[in-house]
């Protein structure tokens, strides 16, 4: 995935070791209509973050400005330059909407992960293998996607994130169709990944108690604002 530099590089972040994100007083808008507010957080290499809140409360809507599909009203988003330019992000969607009359299989699925990188061609085909064969998709390499349950798909869109090798995963509602075992199992799977390759994560979330289980910050997003804390302080957690 190839992100515009125009508004998400920072020139601190080419030298604060292990900063990954950085928000400064940073305001978002649509027009006249402000969405968020004076939000600051710093994400640092390997964390976890839960992005915590209502429907409308604008978890997507940062997520839109870090892909630089939003540019800041004020202050300073910053995305760490060498995975701008390395291409080192990866995005699951809540869901993909594929054409009814379009058969898309598992693998043309996962390729689409790579188009605009720089991995050559020889080095496509075995990365796409390996990283379907990680997360057991490697019998479903020829099934057409409509034709995949729920938890089979969110994995096919785990692998096409993945096949980047990503250093930072973002996770927009990946389970909101999945049951709890289904969920286990997709966040087992992730969790197998990063201790493979070790990644930071965004995981945008209602769910808090999905939070506390897997996440080291939390950033709740509540009128307009941003409180951010590490994840020890959630009730309950020791």
């Not at 796409?128 to 490697?138: I, K, P, R, S, V």
């Not at 869109?157 to 169709?177: H, K, M, N, S």
């Amino acid at each position: 995935m190839t992100l515009s530099t125009r508004t998400l590089v920072h020139p601190d972040l080419s030298t604060t070791h292990g900063v990954i994100i950085i928000a400064r007083a940073v305001r978002l808008a649509y027009g006249a209509h402000t969405i968020l507010d004076d939000v600051t957080l710093t994400v640092h290499s390997g964390e976890r973050w839960a992005l915590l809140g209502r429907n409308g409360s604008g978890k997507s809507t940062f997520i839109n400005a870090l892909m630089g599909e939003i540019a800041p009203a004020a202050g300073v988003l910053g995305i760490n330059r060498d995975l701008v330019f390395t291409d080192g992000i990866g995005l699951v969607p809540q869901r993909v909407d594929l054409p009814p009359y379009l058969r898309t299989t598992v693998r043309e699925f996962v390729g689409m992960g790579l188009i605009g990188g720089d991995l050559p061609s020889s080095a496509r085909r075995p990365r796409m293998a390996a990283t379907m064969q990680d997360l057991g998709l490697g019998d479903l390499a020829r099934r057409d996607m409509r034709t995949l349950s729920g938890g089979q798909r969110q994995r096919v869109f785990l692998a096409r994130a993945l096949v980047r090798q990503p250093r930072l995963l973002i996770l927009d509602e990946p389970t909101a169709a999945l049951d709890g075992v289904g969920e286990e199992q997709f966040f087992a799977v992730i969790q197998a990944q990063n201790n493979l390759q070790p990644m930071t994560l965004l995981l945008v979330t209602h769910d808090h108690q999905l939070a506390q289980r897997f996440c080291t910050h939390r950033a709740v997003f509540a009128q307009s604002r941003v409180h951010a804390e590490p994840n020890h302080l959630l009730p309950g957690t020791p």
